[in-house]
T-cell receptor, first 114, second 114 residues
Framework: SQELEQSPQSLIVQEGKNLTINCTSS?????LYWYKQKYGEGLIFLMM?????EEKSHEKITAKLDEKKQQSSLHITASQPSHAGIYLC??????????????FGQGTTLQVKP | DSGVTQTPKHLITATGQRVTLRCSPR?????VYWYQQSLDQGLQFLIQ???????AKGNILERFSAQQFPDLHSELNLSSLELGDSALYFC?????????????FGPGTRLTVL
């Protein structure tokens, strides 16, 4: 099973609607990262959340880290076609000799219909 | 533009061959990570270097090797290539090797093995 589970796997929303993507870890999280990827292209860094129930916002995107649930959510308000892409969560999961390497979820594909 | 450069952008080769992928980290970043993205396995960590030294290993095959040079650029060598090695290979860089450091990804090298 995946150490990081993202849900949903895909999402189609109407422009202007809000949406939420979840990322749940089976292990203790030490840093949670959100990236956006256009198909076949590089990953664009969105936000990093550190251990401790942090919340960050950038433009219309808000991410929260619930350390008790070992879960993060990414919320997009008033979605636009420019938000379309693949959203990936990456986590720094505690292992002995932690190095900062990231484990990634399988991604959530978002389509925004104009 | 993340500041991380990768060459070449595309690579098409035959089974059994050997290729070298190159990565230049962002200015000031000492840590380089290599990741492989495929449809079936998703985005997986391969190996990390920090200031020329190997720091962590992930799911990297014995046929693959990497190094980081004194000028901090890194190369990933893939040998005895198989069809299943076809994937997007990403390089990422961060300031240090430790957790809680933003990792910035390059545009990737798409490898196709025929």
């Amino acid at each position: 099973s995946q150490e990081l589970e993202q849900s949903p796997q895909s999402l189609i929303v109407q422009e202007g609607k809000n949406l939420t993507i979840n990322c749940t870890s089976s292990k203790t999280l030490y840093g949670l990262y959100w990236y956006k990827q256009k198909y076949g292209e590089g990953l664009i860094f969105l936000m990093m959340l550190q251990k401790g129930g942090e919340e960050k916002s950038h433009e219309k995107i808000t991410a929260k880290l619930d350390e008790k649930k070992q879960q993060s959510s990414l919320h997009i308000t008033a979605s636009q076609p420019s938000h379309a892409g693949i959203y990936l969560c990456g986590a720094d999961i505690y292992t002995s000799g932690n190095t900062g390497k990231l484990i990634f979820g399988q991604g959530t594909t978002l389509q925004v219909k104009p | 533009d993340s500041g991380v450069t990768q060459t070449p952008k595309h690579l098409i080769t035959a089974t059994g061959q050997r290729v070298t992928l190159r990565c230049s980290p962002r200015s000031g970043d000492l840590s380089v990570y290599w990741y492989q993205q495929s449809l079936d396995q998703g985005l997986q960590f391969l190996i990390q270097y920090y200031n020329g030294e190997e720091r962590a290993k992930g799911n990297i095959l014995e046929r693959f090797s990497a190094q980081q040079f004194p000028d901090l650029h890194s190369e990933l060598n893939l040998s005895s290539l198989e069809l299943g090695d076809s994937a997007l290979y990403f390089c990422a860089s961060s300031v240090t090797w430790q957790p809680y450091n933003e990792q910035f990804f390059g545009p990737g090298t798409r490898l196709t093995v025929l």
